[in-house]
């Protein structure tokens, strides 16, 4: 079942690329890696889904190796809105769990 | 487009009330799950609802029951309320089972318990 690591918290001031790398060693095969975002007062929002390499959208891009094993959310010149919670999720329905995720704070 | 629709917003309970929890979604979701969150803490997942008519526990199932009325509406329901289940609520809907698909939530219920 896999399981996810990511970094309690991060600081950033606003114009810079953010990268939140997030470790799943025991990703099974058929697994997707997907993010979400969440305000405070919120719920969570997705922000980014992929299964390998390379994965961007208008809010963010995904980096995944050939192995797998790990991925890194990258936001690129971040504002002080991107403060929020960021989770990392991979799994199927019988291992469906959310970590702590990691807390960025966008400083002026 | 509303989304996901959770009433009520807020509530506050006396310990051993029940209540239940409403969840609507109109984007023709087959999966939908309930998750609760702690001050500070990530999501847990209580119940989820794979397709209509099943339903499956999560995480934390104890103290709640839940009901996929149909399609579009999965409650969850408080018989005994504790303080210990003081937290915000929230429902959730994907077009399948698992993380796999991205899942869409609500605002969250706000409940206290007295």
């Known amino acids: 079942l896999a399981k996810t690591t990511q970094p309690i918290s991060m600081d950033s001031y606003e114009g810079q690329e953010v990268n939140i790398t997030c470790s799943h060693n025991?990703?099974?095969?058929?697994?997707?890696i997907t993010w979400y975002q969440q305000f405070p007062s919120q719920g969570p929002r997705f922000i980014i889904q992929g299964y390998k390499t390379k994965v961007t959208n208008e809010v963010a891009s995904l980096f995944i190796p050939a192995d797998r094993k790990s991925s890194t959310l990258s936001l690129p010149r971040v504002s002080l809105s991107d403060t929020a919670v960021y989770y990392c999720l991979v799994g199927d329905i019988n291992d469906m769990r959310f970590g702590a995720g990691t807390r960025l704070t966008v400083k002026p | 487009n509303a989304g996901v629709t959770q009433t009520p917003k807020f509530q506050v309970l006396k310990t051993g009330q029940s209540m239940t929890l409403q969840c609507a979604q109109d984007?023709?979701?087959?999966?939908m799950y309930w998750y609760r969150q702690d001050p500070g803490m990530g999501l847990r997942l209580i119940y989820y609802s794979a397709s209509e008519g099943t339903t499956d526990k999560g995480e934390v199932p104890n103290g709640y029951n839940v009901s996929r009325l149909n399609k579009r509406e999965f409650s969850l329901r408080l018989e005994s309320a504790a303080p210990s289940q003081t937290s915000v609520y929230f429902c959730?809907?994907?077009?399948?089972?698992?993380?796999?698909?991205?899942?869409?939530f609500g605002d969250g219920t706000r409940l206290s318990i007295l």
């Open positions: 025991n990703i099974a095969t058929n697994d997707y």
């Open positions: 959730a809907s994907s077009e399948s089972g698992g993380y796999n698909q991205p899942q869409h």
């Open positions: 984007m023709n979701h087959n999966s």
